[in-house]
């Protein structure tokens, strides 16, 4: 067992820390103000090979494995959350699923595009009554000759302000629930599909967070992905891979918040003396990188076990679970040690503590987390 990263994982990860600093954290408090990443930053991204790092190269992908997937989107939300969770809305749930289920035509015509960043992909799967409970899924779907008619409603989107390429999810008979449903390859230029509005969020304010009016919209037969009724399947195998995802974005928020607090404890002086002298700031900063180090190892493995084919499940769910409850304890511990200031927007723990919140809930809450773990414990 070695915990070691590989060369090629330290070359990687200095690349992207190097690409960071130059590139996302001088400007990572703009993409908040603004609510919005900027379009350059965005296909920077993708000539790094941020946007494709697991997939094929066959494909325009940069043939890279999920660890290495794991160590991008880590690097990048150190400084940005919203960037973080860009490139992991993509690349996991909207390229992940065409990889695994898509036909070679499937993947051979939409694939490139998004790998190198021209196109942005989502996941069209939450409802303003199915969330947590998918199979409650009320966007249907019919058959009429060599197309598929959509209808129906989608909210909470990452990255659907995109207009790219979307993996939806539709049901043929709502009283299936579950059974009903499939999965479609969409681009959301199609005439019938609606932004009703992006969502002004309270956290990872740089993202489109959309909801979607769904009118009548055809989709060619082609765009089926895998077989019809096995659209369920596909998200749950999806969201597997995305937890990785989250898990990563929130472990790296977490750091960063940590490696600023740390700092700060270092230079701020009270009583005579750094705070970082203070026995209760060294009892804070001992538990942040105690949740750290813990989060980061499940994170790990998780990635680890998926790139091995092993059975994942849980591990994806413990991952996103207990980084997710990190970043959010470690940015408000990072808010306290830098006292009033912590609170002040000139301050980064600030914007960390607001992108934080949002890992417990998205990509399945951490109360479903638990429900993933309990049950296979109880088999």
């Known amino acids: 067992m070695n915990f070691e990263l590989s060369q090629d994982h330290k070359v990687l990860q200095d690349a992207v820390r190097d690409f960071v600093n130059k590139e996302i954290k001088p400007i990572a408090a703009q993409i908040d103000e603004e609510h919005h990443i900027p379009d350059a930053l965005v ?46 809305a993509h690349t996991s749930l909207a390229c992940g699923p065409i990889d695994t289920f898509g036909t070679e035509e499937q993947k051979k015509k939409w694939l490139p595009d998004l790998n190198t960043g021209r196109k942005i992909g989502c996941i069209l799967l939450t409802e303003p009554d199915a969330g947590s409970d998918a199979g409650a899924i009320t966007t249907t ?34 009283t299936l ?73 929130a472990l790296g928020i977490a750091e960063g918040a940590f490696e600023r607090a740390l700092a700060y404890s270092k230079e701020r002086k009270q009583f005579g003396k750094t705070i970082s002298e203070l026995q209760a700031i060294q009892f804070k900063l001992a538990d942040m990188y105690a949740r750290i180090e813990t989060s ?13 084919h092993l059975n994942y499940m849980v591990e994806s769910a413990l991952c996103k679970m207990l980084a997710s409850e990190t970043a959010t304890y470690v940015t408000k511990e990072a808010i306290q040690i830098h006292g009033g200031y912590g609170f002040i927007c000139d301050y980064e723990v600030e914007r960390m503590y607001r992108d934080a919140k949002i890992t417990e809930i998205y990509e399945g809450t951490n109360e479903v987390q638990r429900v993933v773990i309990s049950k296979a414990l109880l088999g």
Not at 145 to 167: A, C, M, P, R
Not at 223 to 241: P, R, S, V
């Open 296 to 308: 980061k190892l499940i994170t790990y493995k998780a990635a680890w076990m998926k790139d091995a």
């Open 43 to 88: 296909a920077k991204m993708g000539e790094m090979g941020f946007l494709g790092s697991y997939l094929p190269e066959e494909y325009g992908g940069a043939g890279m494995d999920m660890l290495s997937y794991a160590i991008v989107i880590e690097e990048v939300s150190k400084a940005c959350g919203s960037s973080g969770v860009l490139i992991s």
């Open 141 to 174: 779907y019919r058959k009429e000759g060599n197309e598929y008619i959509v209808n129906g409603s989608k909210i909470f989107i990452t990255n659907g302000g995109y207009l790219g390429t979307g993996v939806l999810f539709a049901t043929s008979d709502k």
């Open 177 to 249: 629930k579950h059974k009903g449903v499939s999965a479609f390859i969409i681009d959301l230029k199609t005439p019938g599909v609606s932004i009703l509005k992006n969502e002004n969020k309270m956290g990872i304010r740089g993202t489109y967070t959309t909801a979607f009016a769904l009118d009548d919209v055809r989709i060619p037969a082609e765009n089926l992905l895998g077989q019809e009724g096995k659209g369920f399947n596909i998200a749950m195998d999806t969201l597997n891979g995305g937890r990785v995802g989250i898990a990563s974005q």
